[in-house]
Antibody, heavy 120, light 106 residues
Framework: QAQLRESGPGLVKPSETLSLTCTVS????????WSWIRQPPGKGLEWIGYIYNRGSPNYNPSLKSRVTISPDTSKNQFSLKVNSVTAADSAVYYC??????????????WGQGALVTVSS | DIQMTQSPSSLSASVGDRVTMTCRAS??????LNWYQQKPGKAPNLLIY???SLQNGVPSRFGGSGSGTDFTLTISGLQPEDFATYYC?????????FGGGTKVEI
């Protein structure tokens, strides 16, 4: 069974860059779509974007200007960077696998989540 | 963007009850609709994909139905471990979007 684990700083200052890494075990990141999703405390889920192998990432337009998702196939990891963060970016950030097919697209595996707080 | 609206936002139920919650899309999403269960402090867990297909390992008391814009998640015989928040999510088009959730409480 594949597993995902998020890692990175839990505290980021306003206007700086949030950086997280998702380490994947039991599956190759070259073979699936991989995504980031976030959840502000007490609120709902927001899809950030996904990557597939070395193809072009697909980002949520609401965050597109500030977000970069990139793979590191040598480490079987993928990362998230969010620039110019504000308090509104404080959330639990999840990495997840997006399974896709002719008529199916769903998040079947999730990391445990990483809480990131934006504060000075 | 496709907006997903869940109702009710919360409901009270008892063990053994049959529980139904709905999810409505702002436009047709055919059957590209998934349901997740989330417990406090945990990641969401996939229950139903493609509107009505049960994910491996999910108890058969969970069932999904619908197509187009209106979808339903039913729990037949609520168990103590089912008290959680349930989210629908459309995968018809990007940006992928989630509903606001339905919290099932005692």
């Amino acid at each position: 069974q594949a597993q995902l684990r998020e890692s990175g700083p839990g505290l980021v200052k306003p206007s700086e860059t949030l950086s997280l890494t998702c380490t994947v075990s039991g599956a190759s990141i070259s073979s699936f779509y991989w995504s980031w999703i976030r959840q502000p405390p007490g609120k709902g889920l927001e899809w950030i974007g996904y990557i597939y192998n070395r193809g072009s990432p697909n980002y949520n337009p609401s965050l597109k200007s500030r977000v970069t998702i990139s793979p590191d196939t040598s480490k079987n990891q993928f990362s998230l960077k969010v620039n110019s963060v504000t308090a509104a970016d404080s959330a639990v950030y999840y990495c997840a696998r997006l399974l896709t097919g002719a008529t199916i697209h769903y998040f079947d595996l999730w990391g445990q989540g990483a809480l990131v707080t934006v504060s000075s | 963007d496709i907006q997903m609206t869940q109702s009710p936002s919360s409901l009270s139920a008892s063990v053994g009850d049959r529980v139904t919650m709905t999810c409505r899309a702002s436009q047709s999403i055919r059957a590209y609709l998934n349901w997740y269960q989330q417990k406090p402090g945990k990641a969401p867990n996939l229950l139903i994909y493609a509107a009505s297909s049960l994910q491996n390992g999910v108890p058969s008391r969970f069932g999904g139905s619908g197509s187009g814009t209106d979808f339903t998640l039913t729990i037949s015989g609520l168990q103590p471990e089912d008290f959680a928040t349930y989210y629908c999510q459309q995968s018809f088009s990007t940006p992928l979007t989630f509903g606001g959730g339905t919290k099932v409480e005692i």
